[in-house]
């Protein structure tokens, strides 16, 4: 859909004329696969409301132009909705339904065609239409004359709407931040989440529960990201509690990134499991845990303190091989729980504890007995130095170096003053993994 008042329409709608003319598009293009229907309007896009009414669709690309007070040039993608007053058509407090699958889809490929010098964003919500019963979403050429007829603007959004492909996404509403929504973008073109409405910082006054869940309802979302960065600490407590009131999810940067590739559902399970361990466990997701059920597993605390404890850096980077879930505290570097999904959980039990049993032998003198590993640590023995003669002080310091001392002429060895310290683990079923 586009009006024959708005330049970047045209644009955008030449492009994709043409692109669709040349030999083998059917087959280039994904959208070429859905039925496609081109609709011109005389009145500008904004005041379309129940536009849908007319036409047999499932889902609306209105193909415009986007002005700016301070121009730059830009191809963006947005829903439509009044958060507050309608300044710019529909009506007020009313929202249009989201599409976030599909905008995420046009988004990265604008991200992926964009021309030197344009910039690729999101836009909040604002202006109509906003009486419309279909999904619907606005892509945009910015902000001026110059850009609106620019070819290579036109082609860049025609190429991005023909070859978007919504895949897997978690659907998000966004609280706060400025016109382009710059935080937003950046988590979209980094991760699988797919914003659909999005407040302006300026607007999160006109939102209370009745808001917050039409946002959440008109984004198809299964949770709500703030933008804390972009709010005052007094917004964002009463947003989280609005939200916390009303039973929203709210996700958190880290969050979103860490879910990578797991589906709502799973990451949702996950979350709750985590906080039933320790509220105060942080999730670390290796990238390698698939979709399934969570499961809990535990293991000795002396096994994961030991095992950090002999090589910290190379621990951290085995157990990213590991499709297993680590938890963190700030107190504990890691936590002795584990997560799995599926049924692969004995697997993972498995290999936790081999990796830990090689860890530590790597570092330690170590011995199994049964279903116990033995930790033997030759340690400094200040008494037996001080029964040797030795003085409290440098020389004490040199012993636990593993440097030789001299006292009153005689040689005293490091291992003259050191005793062996046994540490116990019990690992069940560690001696059938032998």
Not at 105 to 111: E, F, G, H, K
Request: charge should be negative; aromatic fraction near 4%; glycine fraction near 8%.
């Amino acid at each position: 859909m586009h009006s024959r008042q708005d330049p970047g329409g045209r644009t955008i709608r030449h492009h994709i004329d043409d692109l669709l003319s040349r030999p083998g598009s059917s087959l280039q293009f994904p959208l070429c696969r859905h039925e496609l229907s081109f609709h011109e309007v005389g009145e500008r896009l904004v005041y379309q409301d129940r536009l849908d009414l007319a036409l047999d669709a499932d889902l609306i690309f209105f193909l415009s132009r986007h002005s700016s007070i301070k121009p730059v040039p830009v191809l963006t993608v947005h829903v439509t909705g009044n958060t507050g007053p309608a300044q710019l058509g529909g009506k007020p407090s009313s929202l249009a339904k989201a599409a976030p699958q599909w905008m995420h889809a046009i988004l990265r490929r604008l991200t992926d065609h964009a021309p030197p010098g344009y910039r690729v964003s999101y836009e909040v919500t604002h202006h109509g239409p906003t009486e419309l019963d279909i999904p619907s979403l606005f892509v945009e050429i910015g902000s001026t004359e110059c850009e609106w007829t620019d070819p290579r603007a036109g082609e860049a959004v025609a190429r991005s709407v023909l070859s978007a492909e919504p895949f897997s996404t978690i659907s998000l509403a966004g609280i706060g931040g400025t016109h382009y929504a710059r935080r937003e973008t950046e988590i979209a073109q980094r991760s699988r989440a797919a914003f659909g409405h999005i407040v302006h910082t300026r607007e999160t006054g006109c939102i209370d529960r009745e808001m917050l869940q039409k946002l959440v309802q008109m984004s198809s979302a299964d949770a709500v990201y703030i933008d804390r960065k972009a709010l005052t600490p007094d917004e964002v407590s009463r947003l989280d509690r609005l939200a916390s009131e009303a039973g929203i999810p709210r996700l958190t940067e880290t969050e979103i990134l860490l879910m990578k590739d797991l589906s709502w559902d799973t990451w949702k399970r996950i979350r709750e499991l985590a906080r039933s361990i320790d509220p105060r466990a942080e999730v670390h997701n290796t990238g390698t845990v698939a979709d399934g059920t969570p499961v809990a597993i535990d293991l000795p605390h002396d096994l994961i303190r030991e095992a950090n404890l002999v090589d910290p850096a190379g621990f951290a980077e085995a157990l990213g091989r590991l499709p297993a879930i680590v938890l963190t505290t700030s107190r504990t570097p890691i936590l002795p729980v584990f997560i799995a999904t599926g049924e692969n959980s004995s697997v993972v039990l498995n290999d936790l504890i081999s990796l830990c049993v090689t860890t530590i032998s790597r570092g330690e003198n170590t011995a199994i007995e049964g279903n116990q590993l033995i930790i033997r640590k030759m340690k400094f023995d200040p008494d037996r130095a001080r029964s040797l003669g030795v003085p409290v002080g440098p020389r004490f310091g040199d012993l636990m170096r593993g440097i030789s001392v001299i006292v009153d002429g005689r040689e005293i060895t490091p291992d003259m003053v050191r005793i062996c310290e046994e540490t116990y683990i019990q690992i069940p079923g560690l001696e059938k993994k032998r």
